[in-house]
């Protein structure tokens, strides 16, 4: 089964609003990775994260993970038309030596 | 640094012809891995090496699908014989040594199989 979990799959804003997407694990992880995958590119690597309960930010972007190490969340506040792609997390889980990625949640955002 | 490079860029072939795709992965980076997405089933982890050996090929669909790493610097994934279910966007990436470093990802190569 699934073993990282991601939502909303789809999400569709007006510039300036504010975004969240989740990532949920029925187990613990180790760490979390989130990428960013524009239209027609690559998932790009943002940031990871592997502490229970850390915090990350960059510029208008927050990332957390949760104190149990089961979920995490990316929030971007005041997105722009910059923003627009789909947004990964990727779980590793310990003694397993690869990456879950979530299933993404792609964002739109209207000018 | 040139990143993962990844051929050919597109591929259009006809049901039951043999697919190979190449990648190069970043110098220095010891972990390659081959991805496949799709609209349907997101991005999927179909094998992994480390050190040019296969560690993890539990993703590979079926026998149809192999891949290799001859050496540090390249790697192929072939199928054969292709089917239309195949038509996906592949992808490879590399990251450094400890498994759960940052992987960096090819620009893929978007297969379709009529």
């Known amino acids: 089964g699934q073993q990282v979990m991601q939502i909303p799959q789809y999400q569709h804003v007006q510039e300036g609003e504010d975004f969240t997407t989740y990532c949920n694990s029925s187990t613990t992880l180790s760490n979390i990775q989130w990428y960013k995958q524009r239209p027609g590119g690559h998932p790009v690597f943002l940031i990871q994260?592997?502490?229970?309960?850390e915090v990350k930010k960059q510029k208008r972007l927050t990332f957390q993970f949760g104190e149990a190490k089961k979920n995490s969340s990316l929030h971007i506040t005041a997105t722009q038309t910059t923003d627009v792609g789909t947004y990964f997390c990727?779980?590793?889980?310990?003694?397993?030596?690869?990456?879950?990625f979530g299933s993404g949640t792609k964002l739109n955002v209207k000018p | 640094d040139a990143g993962v490079i990844q051929s050919p860029r597109h591929e259009v072939t006809e049901m039951g012809q043999e697919v190979t795709l190449r990648c190069k992965p970043i110098?220095?980076?010891?972990?390659l891995f081959w991805y496949r997405q799709t609209m349907m089933r997101g991005l999927e982890l179909l094998i992994y090496?480390?050190?040019?050996?296969?560690?993890?090929d539990s993703g590979m669909p079926e026998d149809r699908f192999s891949a290799k790493m001859p050496n540090a610097s390249f790697s192929t994934l072939k199928i054969q014989p292709s089917e239309p279910r195949d038509s996906a966007v592949y992808f490879c990436?590399?990251?450094?040594?400890?498994?759960?470093?940052?992987?960096?990802f090819g620009p893929g190569t978007r297969l379709l199989v009529l």
């Open positions: 110098s220095g980076h010891d972990y």
């Open positions: 994260l592997v502490k229970s309960g």
């Open positions: 090496f480390n050190n040019n050996v296969p560690i993890d």
């Open positions: 990727a779980g590793a889980l310990y003694n397993f030596n690869k990456f879950y």
């Open positions: 990436a590399s990251s450094r040594p400890g498994l759960q470093e940052t992987q960096y």
